[in-house]
């Protein structure tokens, strides 16, 4: 822990606004990251700062120069901290939203009106965000994923290929009646997410792109376990209405859809020897999910209302 407070006041010193002093005396305190170095950081002069120091090999599949892009657009919709410095590294300093609360699964289910929140966030993401600087493409990032594993000789799970390739019923289906993309977060874990009680702000900005909007509240779903009414609420609120079976239908499919790209992702971080938790359980679990979903019965209506239209 000592060795990482010490690279954080290394790279601070060299930021504008900083020097050595500045960063040896600042209080800097470890947040917790899956793939990257978080800090709190307190400066003498009253500044209270996010700093994220970009995790070793996350280069190989995220786009620093997107993220820096997508994350201003986040911040000028509202939904996204002020951005005070992002560097050609990754590196990234943000205002510190105090008197927030990090997410969880559990406090989605706790928080009074949390899950609202999150949909009207979503909805203000969508609707307000300057265009994003990528176009999220499921099936692209699909190959480029299975490539970045193909070069670290990683090991896949017993059938994951043969699920993609039943997965291009739902890329036609999706094909057939295409909606306007929006800017999504796209990687809506609940950590992503926090909660000042009255409004909900959304963080982290790296995979984010021009998307579906329903890929956002799938992915959410998922993360968080919700169950069929919370789905209901979720989305309902993200519309101002009852939602549509075409809307719902896109929501449903996304769910899977996302476990099967994520399991990528989480392979790529077993490969890498994340210490941050099991990898390859993580790989092996959304896996399961994925196609425990796809061979449900609700799972085709659902596909058939999105073919439908």
Avoid at 98 to 116: C, H, K, Q, V, Y
Avoid at 243 to 258: L, N, S, W
């Amino acid at each position: 822990m000592t060795a990482e407070i010490e690279l954080a006041r290394e790279k601070l010193a060299s930021l504008p606004g900083f020097n050595a002093e500045a960063a040896r005396n600042a209080s800097i305190t470890r947040l917790a990251g899956m793939t990257n170095l978080v800090f709190r950081v307190e400066t003498d002069d009253g500044r209270d700062l996010l700093f994220r120091v970009p995790g070793a090999g996350t280069d190989a599949y995220i786009n620093r120069k997107v993220e820096a892009v997508n994350a201003q657009a986040a911040a000028t919709a509202g939904v996204s901290p002020e951005v005070i410095h992002f560097g050609e590294d990754g590196v990234m300093l943000t205002r510190f939203l105090d008197n927030a609360i990090t997410m969880s699964p559990r406090l989605f289910r706790e928080r009074s009106g949390a899950i609202e929140r999150a949909a009207l966030a979503f909805r203000q993401l969508h609707d307000r965000a300057p265009e994003f600087a990528f176009r999220f493409e499921l099936f692209k990032m699909i190959d480029d994923y299975l490539a970045v594993l193909d070069k670290l000789r990683a090991q896949l799970p017993e059938g994951y290929h043969r699920v993609v390739v039943e997965a291009t019923t739902i890329r036609h289906a999706l094909t057939q009646n295409p909606v306007a993309l929006r800017p999504c977060h796209c990687d809506p874990l609940c950590e992503n997410f926090l909660d000042g009680g009255t409004r909900m702000w959304i963080v982290d900005w790296e995979y984010s792109g021009m998307n579906d909007p329903m890929w956002d509240l799938g992915d959410l779903s998922v993360e968080a376990g919700f169950d069929a009414s919370q789905d209901r609420r979720l989305i309902d609120t993200y519309f101002g209405r009852p939602a549509t079976v075409f809307d719902f239908g896109r929501m449903a499919i996304y769910k899977a859809m996302c476990d099967l790209l994520w399991t990528l992702w989480g392979l790529i971080q077993h490969a890498n020897k994340n210490p941050a938790e099991d990898f390859w359980a993580y790989s092996i679990n959304r896996f399961e999910r994925c196609k425990a979903l796809m061979r449900s019965p609700d799972f085709a209506r659902h596909l058939d209302a999105v073919r439908r239209g």
